[in-house]
Structures are given as C-alpha cells and as structure tokens.
C-alpha cells in the first residue's frame, strides 16, 4: 500500500512540475504586448455533480450526549473547486492558473490581455498606450474605434499619442490621448469627418467655409485667389461672405464682387463695384451716381466738379432729363442730365433782348450713326466739331447748352426742339455734315440752312413761332453771318445757303441754323473734315458768325 501512494505521489509531482513550467512560460511579460470572444471550456467549467451529495445529519436527540469527532467533522467538508483558464465571476472575467488569477500582461491563445491587480480583465478601455477592445484582447495594429472615438495602433500595437501620422497616404493627427482629430482645426490645419487634413480643397464646417493649401495649411487673415477668383479669409481663417473688406465686396459666394451692382442692406444703399474690385466713388455709372464712400445717389442735387455741370437724380438714382418737377418747380434738364435751369415760362425770344445763351446741337447720335463713309460717320464727327466748339464759346464768356453732350440717342422731330424751347437761349445751331448719297458725284462745300415753311410739314410744337417774322429774320441774319465765316476761315466752297422745313428748324421757337460742314462721302473732303486743323478752322468760322450775329443786333 506505502508503495502505491509513493509512486502516486511521484507522478503527481512530476505531473505538476510540468504544468507549472507552461504556466510559468506563458505568464512571462513581454515589452511588446484580432479579438477573441470568451467562452468557458468543459475543462474550464466546475460541474454541479463534481460536489458529493451532503449526508444526512443525525437528529438532535440522537446526538446529544455523543462526543465530537474530529475525523468525522473533516471528512463532511465539500472538497474545494479548482479554477482553471476563463472564469466569469459576478460580470468580470479573470483567468486562471494553478487555481491563482492571473495578474498583468498574459498571452492566450496568440491574443494579449492584460489583468489589474485584482485580476480582472481589462476591456474597452486604453492601458499603457495600448487599445483593449470589449472582449479584452489588445489590438496588434492598425485602426481601432473605442467609444466613439477612433485610434491608430503601430504594428507593435501602440497607439499614436500627440503626433502626426501619414496613413494610407493621407496625414491624421493624434491628440495626447491618441484620439483621432476630426470636424476641427489644430495648429492650423483642418481636418474632416474621416479626420482627413484638408489638403488643395474647400471644406465647409460648422456651416462656415475654409480652404486649405497644398501643404494643408489654412489660409487666414488675408486675400488669396483660387481658380481665378478672389476670396478674402478672416483671422478665425472662415472665408468672408456678404461683408466688406476694406473697399472691395465679399458676395455670398465669398467671391470678390467686380464690376457689378451690390445691394447692402446695412447701409440700405446700392454700391458698384468697378473692375479690380474697388467701388467707384464720386463718379457716374451708367445713369447712376456713386457718391463719397460708394453710395448711390437718390433724390438729390449733384454737383459734378468734374462735367462742370450739375444734376438731379430721381427716387431710383437715375439722372432725370426734359423737364422735372423738384420742390414744386419745373427744372429743366439736358438729355444727357445736365442742368439747365428753372423752366422758362417764355415762349420764343424777345427780338434784340440777348442772354448770351447759346444753344448747340450735335445732330444724330447713340443708335442714329447718320452718313458714314471711309470708316467714320457723322456722329462722330459732329462730336468732335461740337466739343471744340462748345471750348471755344465758353472761353469767350458765353452759356452754352447742348441736346447731347455724348453718343446718346435723342430724338430729333421734336424732343431736341423741346429742350432749347423751355431755355433762354439766344440762338440754336444744329452741326451736322452732309453726303450726295453718291461718292462718285465728288460733291462738296458746306451749307447753311434756315426755316422756311413747306406744305405737308406742319408744325407739331411751334405753331406761332415757326413761322413769325421775326425769328424768320433773325435766323436769316444768324445764317448769313455764319455762312459767310465759314467760307473765310475755310476757304471750302459754298455749297450754298438755302432754307428747308427740317424738324429742328421748324419746331425750335429760336433763331436757328442748320450747318452741313462738308460731304463726307467725296474721299478728299472726308479726309480734310476728320483732320484736327481743319476742324479747328471750322470752328473758328463759326465762333466769328456768332460774334458777328451778336454784334449787328
């Protein structure tokens, strides 16, 4: 019997000393520390029917007086449960070994886990810069998301803390805590819902828009232009939008407005924007005034230094032109916005009575080109004889109002009548130049015309004065005396003077005179007519007409 519990107790030892050896290799902690589910083994699990049946105690009676044996008490304990490997004790996992639970970094089964010094599991949780996931194996490498945060673990299975990374070829960056930065900015840099940096893109956040360079760099606190187009970004590096810079416009694109209209609300006024950006300023545009720091002008007086001439403009900003009632007085007004003064509520002239107030108009003009020969038409040239004209007239101390003082169309029928009509102008002189409609006739010189009255042109504006005596007479006399200058200070040939029923002439209640200053479909004279010297010469020879009308009243 000694011989068979010898060799029992022999094997038993070694059987142990064995066992001990593995446990003592895996429990071995190693510097570098997927995922397993935990289930409990057969050998793991302690079997209800490992427990021997409780035997039935005496009764107390039975009892009583019998004396306690030791040997009895010890042979009635329950033999105690040996744990091995997983255990689930009251929701914690612990393993064991050699019935002890296992403490620090434990390898099973080619996973890591790492044990408190109670033994329990750690799970779902960071330790040491290391990912432990719900079942409580640590991640080896790569992307982990542990409470809805995402972290990058190396492929020693340490997670990146404080630090860019380059993965996949795109850079991230990792909080102290290796927590991935997404749906922010860090130093800079943006970085997106996957937590991507921004890199040569526009990403909006927050409901605001940034953009960020090649390098991921955010641009901030200055202008940059992208795919051709200009931006402002402010300090906070948001692109600015619906806000002014300085003297240029953010829209709600952010794009930088440019040669276009703006409506500000907060300063409830229109702004233009001119090429470059800039908003113009004490200048016109179009119709329109742009008053000192950009705003529209409305209902107002406007006194341009510039045009020597003064303006109103209407409730929508628009210059008014013909006759406009302001403060319960008619003003009149040129085509092109000019003032001229209060409506005169004289009809005609009185004959010897002079204002020096003189009348001039450049015939056709804006869609109404008139003759046009050898690259030039009439308009233009009726301009140009209109602007040196108008100089010279000034310069020797005497008003000067016009029907049009750029290319703008203004009707000749009756309108141009209307507007000398409601002045106290002295004298009105239409500037035109003429063409036979047939180059080869080689047709030139100049003419003058005054009214004459014809059958089936009646007067539609003028019915008294078209025809009295003495504007009859008097513009006679103004077309003679210019005539005669012209033909001086030119040495053209006289074309004639000669009278006709043109509109101007029948519906302007003034002295008036009609100029044809040479043909211009005959080639030579076209080319003396554009000349500057000649013009000049034209122009002296009317200036001498009007001095020489003046004088003989």
């Avoid at 996973?111 to 719900?134: E, Q, V």
């Avoid at 009278?499 to 209640?509: D, K, P, Q």
């Amino acid at each position: 019997m000694k011989k068979t519990l010898l060799a029992s107790a022999i094997t038993l030892s070694v059987f142990g000393l064995t066992t001990n050896l593995s446990y003592a290799e895996e429990n071995k902690v190693q510097s570098t520390p997927v995922e397993t589910t935990h289930s409990e083994t057969s050998a793991d699990k302690v079997e209800k029917n490992s427990l021997p049946a409780k035997e039935a105690e005496p009764s107390t009676e039975a009892n009583a007086n019998q004396t306690t044996n030791p040997a009895k008490k010890e042979e009635d304990k329950a033999p105690e449960v040996q744990k091995e490997g997983w255990v689930l004790e009251e929701n914690i996992w612990r393993f064991y070994e050699n019935n002890a639970p296992v403490l620090n970094w434990k390898k099973i089964h080619g996973k890591w886990y790492y044990f408190n010094k109670d033994g329990i599991m750690l799970s779902d949780t960071i330790f040491d810069g290391y990912i432990l996931t719900s079942s409580g194996a640590m991640v080896d490498s790569g992307w982990s998301k542990l409470q809805e945060k995402w972290y990058y673990a190396n492929a020693y299975g340490k997670i990146s803390q404080q630090k860019w990374e380059k993965i996949g070829g795109v850079w991230y960056y990792f909080d102290q805590d290796g927590v991935m930065l997404s749906n922010t900015i860090f130093d800079d840099y943006l970085f997106t819902n996957s937590g991507a940096m921004a890199e040569s893109s526009w990403v909006k956040q927050d409901g605001q828009w940034y953009y960020a360079l090649a390098s991921g760099k955010l641009i901030k606190n200055k202008w940059d232009k992208i795919s051709g187009t200009w931006y402002y970004f402010n300090k906070d590096a948001t692109m600015a939008n619906n806000q002014w810079q300085g003297s240029y416009y953010l829209k709600a694109s952010g794009a930088m407005a440019e040669k276009e209209w703006i409506f500000d609300k907060n300063y409830d006024s229109w702004f233009y924007l001119k090429s470059g950006g800039t908003y113009a300023e004490r200048q016109w545009i179009g119709s329109y005034y742009l008053k000192a720091g950009g705003y529209m002008a409305k209902s107002e007086w406007i006194d341009d230094s510039y045009y020597k001439a003064r303006y109103y403009v209407d409730e929508n900003g628009v210059y008014v032109t013909g006759t406009y009632k302001i403060d319960g007085k008619d003003q009149q007004f040129q085509s092109d916005g000019k003032w001229l003064g209060e409506a005169s509520t004289s009809h005609g002239f009185e004959k010897g009575k002079y204002n020096n107030i003189i009348f001039l108009d450049p015939g056709h003009g804006g869609k109404d080109p008139g003759a046009s020969y050898y690259n030039i038409t009439e308009k233009e040239l009726n301009m140009q004889v209109y602007h040196k004209l108008r100089k010279e007239l000034e310069g020797l101390g005497y008003t000067v109002l016009s029907s049009r003082d750029s290319d703008v169309f203004v009707d000749y029928v009756t309108e141009r009548s209307r507007m000398v009509n409601k002045t106290d102008s002295d004298i009105f002189i239409s500037i035109h130049f003429n063409a036979s409609g047939n180059p080869a006739s080689n047709r030139a010189g100049i003419q003058t015309y005054s009214y004459e009255e014809a059958a089936g042109y009646p007067s539609k504006i003028n019915p008294y004065w078209h025809n009295h005596p003495d504007r009859i007479s008097e513009s006679n006399r103004l077309a003679a005396d210019i005539h005669s200058s012209l033909l001086a200070e030119t040495g053209a040939k006289d074309a004639g003077r000669l009278r006709s029923s043109f509109a101007v002439l029948r519906e302007t209640n003034k002295p008036a005179v009609l100029l044809e200053l040479g043909y211009i479909d005959n080639f030579n004279e076209n080319q003396q007519v554009r000349s500057d010297a000649y013009q000049n010469r034209l122009v002296a020879g009317i200036v001498k007409g009007i001095q020489k009308y003046y004088a003989g009243q």
